[in-house]
C-alpha cells in the first residue's frame, strides 16, 4: 500500500484531540488533509447534531465511527432501558452523521457479579440490533483492555466480542480492533482471523514504558511496544480495509496545539502503523 | 469449613508487610496466630539464608512459597543463561527454607516481540523444571494481569498458564490464581476447572474502584470488586486445599503498624475469603 493510499485511510478520534470542539477538529482535518474522523457524542452535543453534520460535510470529511454507544450494565431494569434509550438516540446520531458504525463501549458491572452483568450486555445488543438495523447503523463491540474490567467495559477480549457478535448477523453487529486494548491477548492473531468480515473498526496508539497512568497514559504510535503494524497486518488479512482511527488518550498529546499534534500524527502514523 | 480450619490456610505473603524484615514478619505471624508465611527472595537475602530459616522455624511457620523466580526473557543468549543461573538459585532457596513451591513471575519482552519472549518463557522453564524436580521444588507459573504485560510478565491469562503448564509433568510445574490478576477473565471459572490439580497455589487481594495505582493499588479483601470467596469456591473444587496467600502491593497498608496490618488481614480473611 502507498504512503498515498495508506494516508487515506487515516481517521481522527476526536479524543485524540479533546480541547478542540467538533468544529475545529473538522478544520483542522481539512488542514491537514486528513480525510476521515469519528466524533464523540459529547461534542456533537455541544455543537448541535445539525451543525455537527454540516461542519463534516463543509470540510469534506467523512465518518469513520460515532464514539460511543454502549454501558449496558445497571441495577436496575429501568436504568437499563433509559440506557438503551440513550443507545437508541446515539443510532440516530450516527444515522444523521452518515456514520456506517456505532462503537460500543459496553460498561461496567454495578454489582461484583460480573456474569450478570456480561448478561446484560447481551440483552441490551439484542434489544438495540434491531433499531441500529433499521437506521442502516452497525454496532461494534470493542473490548476494551482488562484493567477497565471494573471501570468501563465487561468486555475484555477479542474472543470474547467475536462470542457476542456472532450472536447476529454480520451486517448487523461486528467488533473493533483497538491495539492498545488488545496487544497483550496471547490469542490475539486467531481471533482477528475469527473476526474476519465483522471487524468495523481498527484503532491505533501505543502502550508506553513505563505507563505513565491507567487513562491518560497512551502513547503515540512508536512511542510504546506495541507490534502495530504486524497487527494492522493481520487486520488486513482478515479483510479489513476501512479507515484507521487514531484514538489516543494522553495529557500531554492533549496539552499540544492541535495542528501540531495532527502533524505529529500523521508522520507516526506513515511510520508506525 | 470452619473459621478454625479456614483461618489455618491463611499464608502471609510477605509484600503485604512491606517495611518488616523476615524477622519482623515471621515474630509478626507468631504474635497474630498466622501459621504461613511466603517470603521474598530480596528480604532472604537481607536476612541470610539459614537466619531466614531459624527464623522461619523458631517461630513455628511453614513456607507457602517463595517468591520468586522467572524473568526468563532477555536480549541475549548469555543475560538468558544468567536468568536460569538465578532461577537456579532461587530452587535451591526454596529447597532450603522447605518450601515445596518456587511462584514464577515470567518477566517482560526485552523487545516488541511478545511472541518470542513467550517462546523464552517456555525454553526456561523447560530447562529449569528438571533441577526443580531435583531439589524437590515445583514451579508455579502465575499469569500477571494483562497491564503487567509490557513491564512484568508476557504470561498473562490463566489459559496460557495452563497450556505451559501442561507441557510439564503435574507434579513438576503448575499454575498460581491470584484473584487480583485473573479476576477478569471470560474464561476464568473453566481454567480453573482444567488446572485441577495443578494449581500450587491461591493468592487473595482486592480490585479497588477507582484503581489508584496500578503497581500499589490493590486492595485489602473486602475493599474492592473482586468475588473471591466464589473463586475461592472454584479453586476448592478444582481439588486445591493448600494454603491460601495474603499478597496485597498497597502504599496505605505498607504504611500500617505491620501488626494491625496483620489483624485486618485476618478480619477481612475471614469475612471476604
Same mark, same amino acid.
Not at 447481551?122 to 438495523?133: N, Q, V, Y
Not at 492473531?189 to 513505563?210: M, Q, T
Not at 506495541?226 to 497486518?233: A, G, M, N, Q
Given at each position: 500500500?502507498?504512503?498515498?493510499?495508506?494516508?487515506?485511510?487515516?481517521?481522527?478520534?476526536?479524543? !485524540? !484531540?479533546?480541547?478542540? %470542539?467538533?468544529?475545529?477538529?473538522? @478544520?483542522?482535518?481539512?488542514?491537514?488533509?486528513?480525510?476521515?474522523?469519528?466524533?464523540?457524542?459529547?461534542?456533537?452535543?455541544?455543537?448541535?447534531?445539525?451543525?455537527?453534520?454540516?461542519?463534516?460535510? +463543509?470540510? #469534506?470529511?467523512?465518518?469513520?465511527?460515532?464514539?460511543? *454507544?454502549?454501558?449496558?450494565?445497571?441495577?436496575?431494569? #429501568?436504568?437499563?432501558?433509559? /440506557?438503551?434509550?440513550?443507545?437508541?438516540?446515539?443510532? @440516530?446520531?450516527?444515522?444523521?452523521? *452518515?456514520? &456506517?458504525?456505532?462503537?460500543?463501549?459496553?460498561?461496567?458491572?454495578?454489582?461484583?457479579?460480573?456474569?450478570?452483568?456480561?448478561?446484560?450486555?447481551?440483552?441490551?445488543?439484542?434489544?438495540?440490533?434491531?433499531?441500529?438495523?433499521?437506521?442502516?447503523?452497525?454496532?461494534?463491540?470493542?473490548?476494551?483492555?482488562?484493567?477497565?474490567?471494573?471501570?468501563?467495559?465487561?468486555?475484555?477480549?477479542?474472543?470474547?466480542?467475536?462470542?457476542?457478535?456472532?450472536?447476529?448477523?454480520?451486517?448487523?453487529?461486528?467488533?473493533?480492533? +483497538?491495539?492498545?486494548?488488545?496487544?497483550? +491477548?496471547?490469542?490475539?492473531?486467531?481471533?482477528?482471523?475469527?473476526?474476519? %468480515?465483522?471487524?468495523?473498526?481498527?484503532?491505533?496508539?501505543?502502550?508506553?514504558?513505563? !505507563?505513565?497512568?491507567?487513562?491518560?497514559? /497512551? #502513547?503515540?504510535?512508536? &512511542? *510504546?511496544?506495541?507490534?502495530?503494524?504486524?497487527?494492522?497486518?493481520?487486520?488486513?488479512?482478515?479483510?479489513?480495509?476501512?479507515?484507521? @482511527?487514531?484514538?489516543?488518550?494522553?495529557?500531554?498529546?492533549?496539552?499540544?496545539?492541535?495542528?501540531?499534534?495532527?502533524?505529529? !500524527?500523521? @508522520?507516526?502514523?506513515?511510520?508506525?502503523?
Amino acid at each position: 500500500m502507498s504512503e498515498q493510499e495508506l494516508l487515506s485511510r487515516l481517521s481522527l478520534n476526536q479524543i !485524540t !484531540t479533546e480541547r478542540w %470542539s467538533l468544529k475545529e477538529a473538522a @478544520e483542522g482535518c481539512a488542514r491537514a488533509g486528513i480525510g476521515w474522523i469519528a466524533p464523540w457524542r459529547h461534542k456533537v452535543q455541544e455543537a448541535g447534531l445539525a451543525e455537527s453534520k454540516r461542519y463534516i460535510r +463543509d470540510n #469534506g470529511l467523512r465518518v469513520s465511527s460515532l464514539c460511543r *454507544g454502549g454501558m449496558f450494565p445497571a441495577a436496575t431494569a #429501568g436504568e437499563r432501558e433509559a /440506557r438503551l434509550d440513550d443507545n437508541r438516540r446515539a443510532v @440516530e446520531e450516527a444515522a444523521e452523521l *452518515g456514520a &456506517d458504525v456505532l462503537v460500543l463501549v459496553c460498561g461496567p458491572s454495578p454489582t461484583p457479579d460480573i456474569a450478570q452483568a456480561r448478561e446484560w450486555v447481551r440483552e441490551g445488543i439484542e434489544k438495540l440490533a434491531p433499531f441500529a438495523k433499521q437506521h442502516g447503523v452497525k454496532l461494534a463491540i470493542e473490548p476494551l483492555h482488562p484493567m477497565y474490567a471494573a471501570e468501563r467495559s465487561v468486555i475484555v477480549t477479542l474472543a470474547q466480542a467475536n462470542s457476542l457478535a456472532e450472536r447476529f448477523s454480520p451486517d448487523e453487529v461486528g467488533v473493533v480492533v +483497538d491495539v492498545f486494548h488488545v496487544w497483550w +491477548d496471547p490469542e490475539l492473531y486467531g481471533e482477528i482471523k475469527r473476526a474476519g %468480515s465483522r471487524i468495523l473498526g481498527f484503532h491505533v496508539s501505543d502502550w508506553i514504558v513505563p !505507563t505513565p497512568d491507567m487513562l491518560l497514559g /497512551r #502513547g503515540m504510535m512508536g &512511542d *510504546g511496544v506495541i507490534e502495530i503494524r504486524k497487527i494492522r497486518s493481520a487486520v488486513e488479512a482478515a479483510g479489513y480495509r476501512g479507515p484507521i @482511527e487514531v484514538e489516543i488518550f494522553n495529557q500531554a498529546i492533549w496539552d499540544m496545539q492541535g495542528d501540531e499534534a495532527l502533524a505529529l !500524527t500523521k @508522520e507516526r502514523f506513515l511510520k508506525h502503523v
